[in-house]
């Protein structure tokens, strides 16, 4: 009861808060497949706690998180983990990359629950790397790597199983202007071969620059730019906007 007919995340009147923090406060946010998408907001304003939820790496409080129609709460953690695996790309707001491990490795691991034999891996993984313009890069250790290229070994760790959906929290948050420019063409590049791609960014322009915009606030979605433009469109000639 899975597949192509449903949107690839489903949040339902998700909340999450820790202590008495509320960090999100139901949350309504449908993503069809094939969209790409900023979510923006303050610090603090709850962006990574709806990445990590849609990501299934964190429960909600309250509400429904559905992923190509599966509601998450309904499963056991060895299908969570498959679902995982197999749908979701994550990149983190600081790389996440292991020290002294090369590019090609922390590539490969993407692949760990693939069953793919490690020779297997590694050659999927040179590919990734090389897609992402770092072919010269695949023996170098993270201390070997300029902040664009770890951002680069980590969206090609995020694809190398060539999931839908690819979350990236901030990704270009802590790069010079010219290494960010570089990583969201390789995610618009993605988002064209077909990926689904969600982008947490600070910046307005890279915000204002992707097809839809959705903006958190205190924990709220303030602002969707896919359901204001239904509802402007819906609107009568003439009527006040
Ligand atoms: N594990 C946690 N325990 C307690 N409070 C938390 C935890 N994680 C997040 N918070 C709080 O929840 C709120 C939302 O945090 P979140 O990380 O989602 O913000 P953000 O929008 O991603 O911010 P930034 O732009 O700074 O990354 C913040 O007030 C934060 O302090
Ligand atoms: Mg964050």
Known sequence: ?????????????????????????SADLVI????LLAVVGPSG???????NIMGTLDRPSGGTV???GHDVEQLTDRELSALRAGTIGFVFQHFHLAGGVPAIDSVADGLLYSGKPRRERRRVAERALRRVGLGHRLYHEPHQLSGGEKQRVAIARAVVGDPPLLLADEPTGALDSRSGAVVMELLHELHEAGTTVVVITHDRDIAASLPREVRVKDGLIEHDSASAAVTTAALPEGAAR
Request: aromatic share 2%.
């Open 32 to 35: 069809q497949r094939g969209e």
């Open 1 to 25: 009861m899975t597949g192509l007919t449903h949107p690839v995340v489903e949040l339902t009147g998700v909340s999450k808060t820790y202590g008495d923090v509320v960090a999100l406060r």
């Open 66 to 68: 559905r992923i190509t």
């Open 45 to 51: 304003s709850g962006k990574s706690t709806m990445l």
